[in-house]
């Protein structure tokens, strides 16, 4: 892309494009916008037309997608935290507990266990590796879980699983990626501390408060200012845009990315926006669209061909290998003390919409940028790549799929399959 203004078109016009016909193609084209930005991605980029080659541009083509991709994180897990229920996270907090904990092991240890021997990698490339892949994306699950199909068909109790593990685990995954990458600049004794002291007190937990009291002033002067004569109705648009990129870049000054910060913000900020403001603004589709497509357009610009070309048919098996064992198979073991999710169909259902997408991107981008390990980022996009193309064309199908065997059996405690939306 020659210009900002060729790049501004570009975006715009996706979005825009996107917005007056995306419904059309989600729900019976199959497609979903992640997926088409993808492509048009590739299309425009080096390997077809060559219209948004990023190697031409002045800045450093990784550096600018790994901040688009944070900001495009901090923007989605904040529409993630307001679409929830208020007290959505505590009353499944043993569920997600579970999913957070022992459920993103798992997925940590099969993606590096996968990239271990299937691609034969050296220990701490396929640990690397297993770490970027472990959580699932926000962007793409928003899609999944708020589409009108998923409204209509998937009871609460599981797009919210869905939703509040997408949000909160795009955050923790810092503690995976962080843990190798220390081992291989220090000693075992010295990385192990330094990870203590300083990834886990100073950036996780210290960034999980500081996104607590922001969040939760935040609601508390929404809710002065509502009450106050002549207040005008409030946009929460603008108003979750702020908080977001208020707290990244406070928890940025304080060494640590912020997402994980953004979405407990969110989560303090919650009970003070009420549903109808939510449902009104529409946030996961009319904010959230704006960050998360161009940066889609972005990956699919900056595929590495060529690496993907060394790896050979091993890469692709690799990426087939994650879709159905970094995720699946483990909840199918899980599910059972996992309050609200019911069948094994419904695990599988879950399990196989953890989808790859913008937050490994960053990750993979910020294990580059610490390690100079560019195979890293060969490996983990072929997993990225696929996990947009399948997910994105099988939502639909399997969401009508599951929403029949669940209308079959009639819900106790949690209303109807579908609702308008997770806070209603």
Sequence with gaps: MSSLSGALALGAGTVLALGLVGGYVRNRLWLAESTICLMLGVILGPLMLGWADLAAVSLDPFALLKEAARLTLG??????????????????????????????LLMFLSGSLLALTVLNQEPHVALLVGAALAPTDPVVAGAITGGTAAKRLIPTRMRGLLTAESGANDGLALLFVTLPILFLARAPVEALSEWLMRVLIWEVVGGVSTGLVSGWLAGQLLVWARRQPFSERHSLATIAVALSLAVLAVVRLMGSDGILA???????????????????????????????????????????????????WRGLAFAVAVLFLRRVPWWVILYRAVPGVKTASEAVFLGWFGPIGVSTVYYLLLIRERTDLDQVWGIGTTAVFLSVLVHGTSATPLTHLIGRRIRSKPERNHGPPGTADLRE
């Design 262 to 312: 953004v979405f407990v913000a969110g989560l303090a900020f919650n009970p003070a926006a009420s549903s109808g403001e939510a449902r009104q603004e529409e946030i996961q589709v009319a904010v959230s669209r704006f960050f998360d497509l161009p940066v889609f357009i972005l990956v699919g610009a900056m595929l590495p061909w060529t690496a993907w070309n060394e790896l050979g």
């Design 75 to 104: 923007i989605s897990v904040m529409a993630a935290a307001l679409r929830l229920p208020p007290r959505f996270v505590c009353q499944r907090a043993v569920g997600l507990a579970i999913l957070l904990g022992p459920g993103m």
